[in-house]
Structures are given as structure tokens and as C-alpha cells.
């Protein structure tokens, strides 16, 4: 499937919630949707790491980088984690690097941008946890929808 917001929206319009930043997507898959995981962390994708490395079948992860556009949240190699242990989408209130590669890899990305630059791994930041950017809140365990036209929010799992 290439496009699921706008049947979504045609169908439950008073269920979802949309999001107001233009993301871009890196991933080679667009169209995407999961449970939502979070993470909270600045210049540090220690638990970014550690979360893509346990299963994430029908899982969607949450990151809020706080925009930060000084250290990459999300390279190959972790992404390359990620697709192996089965997590739809990654997005990010932050950047990426290894954009060329990840832009090959059968997942989901959305994030700010790019920066070459990886983070210092101290083991900081919060996971599971609800998160506020983009004009949404983002809550573990509700649902997220994603494609070329957007990120969207919903309490529950809406099926088309
Ligand atoms: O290790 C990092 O922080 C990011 C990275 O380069 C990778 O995932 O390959």
C-alpha cells in the first residue's frame, strides 16, 4: 500500500489526530502504521540503540529528539537492527545520518534532516513515556499512521 492517510481520514475523521510538521522520509518503505514506543532523548540514542534491538513487530518507535539538529538519532547500522527485528517505522524529532543507505532499507523513516555526526552513548534518556511535538502527543500503546501524506494519531487501532 502507497497511501493510507487520506482513506483513513475519508473513514474515521473524528478519530485521528494530524501532525503539523512536514517530516521527510528516508526509508524505502513510506506507508506504514503500529503501536506506538517511545523514547525521550537529546544528543543521545543510547535507549534509541538498545529499544531497535528487541522485537518491534507491529511496533512503531516515537523518538523526540527535541529537534536537535547537531547529533544523528538514527544511522545504517541501527536502522539495519531495526529491520531485522521487524519494527515498521522509525520517527524522529531530530536527524539521521546514512541517508543513502538507509534511504535502501525495508522500513519506515521519518525525521527533521540529516547530520553526519552520531551521538555520545551515555545511556540518557527516557523510554515509554508520552511525548509532545509536532502538535500531537505521542502515547505508548496508541496507535500511529504514517505515509508520503503524514503522521497521524489515534486512541485505538482503526482498520480501513
Ligand atoms: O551508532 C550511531 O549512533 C548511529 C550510527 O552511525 C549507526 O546506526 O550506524
Not at 64 to 93: C, F, T, Y
Request: charged share 20%.
Amino acid at each position: 500500500m502507497l497511501d493510507l492517510l487520506p482513506d483513513l481520514f475519508d473513514k474515521y475523521p473524528n478519530q485521528l489526530r494530524l501532525a503539523n510538521v512536514p517530516f521527510i522520509d528516508f526509508g524505502a518503505k513510506t506507508c506504514f502504521f503500529g503501536e506506538i514506543v517511545t523514547i525521550d532523548c537529546f544528543n543521545d540514542n543510547s535507549k534509541v540503540k538498545e529499544l531497535l534491538a528487541t522485537s518491534g513487530q507491529g511496533k512503531v518507535l516515537v523518538v523526540d529528539g527535541h529537534a536537535s539538529m547537531n547529533r544523528a538519532l538514527l544511522g545504517d547500522m541501527i536502522a539495519e537492527s531495526a529491520v531485522k527485528h521487524d519494527w515498521q517505522a522509525v520517527i524522529i524529532n531530530g536527524c539521521i545520518r546514512d541517508a543513502g543507505t538507509i534511504g535502501t532499507l525495508d522500513i519506515a523513516v521519518k525525521a527533521l534532516g540529516t547530520c553526519p555526526i552520531k551521538t555520545e552513548k551515555l545511556g540518557q534518556g527516557q523510554t515509554n513515556i508520552s511525548l509532545h511535538f509536532a502538535g500531537l502527543t505521542f502515547v505508548p500503546g496508541q496507535y500511529i499512521y504514517g505515509d508520503k501524506n503524514g503522521i497521524a494519531v489515534s486512541d485505538k487501532l482503526l482498520i480501513i
